[in-house]
């Protein structure tokens, strides 16, 4: 088969798009066809030989991705003859093997695809579709509410903008560049505005003078600074990521906020868990995105390309050159121009 390997870490370009043999299943495991596969920014962490939030880093050459869907075309000892032929999407956790013709999983981490669902939406709702509902949990959301999201041209913000909109909430979506706010407005924001071009935060003041009442912030740095001086009294400052830079606030910023009833809350890892009361609170999301997928209430967006061209879509995602989720498609035939995302980062 062909599979995208690292030999070592370092920049995209060490990412080899070569033959390598088929993986076999294990007891318990399958064989997936690969019609896509999920790029994360973990992935090019790891790939730098970042260990971020990954229990270790891989041993080498490695196969990365961690999210696929695809058909099952091969079964393991005792693994349930039901699952063959069937179309499944899967988080692999932090095991990697997705960026390939064919991945191996364990059977218990499969989900159906659901009808009218395609492989690469699916691939995005069982990541970041996850992890968009577990932030949702802490916004209680509804009418009245004024939902600020950076990034809203990205995986996760595309969909907070959608589901802010249908929970009856007004949206500012924040996006870098014309093209950006453009999808953003797309999506439903009732105002959508480049925050890299000067007068931004005025056009959300003239517009929401009260304030807004949650900062969905996987941004960090100037960006959430300035969102923060934008929030009503008693609003909630959800903060998932820092892309661009974290942000440390002095000691009378902190009071400042404080006195005003601001709270601060990092919501990835145990937190959000906490809020799912199921025995296994990640499947839990992943089930509640892909039916919210299926349903048409949330519509992931996409930028694809061609399993050979692993390397391209690790530079783009890095410069913030993609919109929605970067998929990994083996049926894509690579391209000879610059690829061009099928909807909203």
Known sequence: MNAVRLHAFGPAENLVHEAVPAPVPAAGQVRVAVA?????????????GVRGPAPALPDLPTVPGREVAGTVEALGPGTDPAWL?????VHLGFAPGGYAEYAVADADRLHPVPDGLGPAEAVAMIGTGRTALGILQFAALG???VALVPAAAGGIGTLLVQYAK???????????GPAKTALAAGNGADLALDYTAPGWSAAVRTRYPDGATVLFDSVGGATART????LAPGARHLVFGWSGGELVLTDAEQAALTARGIT???VLGPAMFQRVATPDPLRTLETRALAEAAAGRLRPALTRYPLAEA???HRALESRATTGKVVLEPGLRPFRRKPVGTASG
């Open 85 to 89: 032929g069937r179309r499944v999407v």
């Open 143 to 145: 009418p009245g509410s």
């Open 166 to 176: 249908n929970a009856g909430a007004e949206v500012v979506a924040l996006a870098g």
């Open 36 to 48: 896509a596969a999920g790029v994360h920014l973990l992935d090019t962490s790891l790939r730098e």
């Open 264 to 266: 601060t809350q990092h």
């Open 311 to 313: 390397a391209a879509a």
């Open 227 to 230: 969102a923060l001086g934008l």
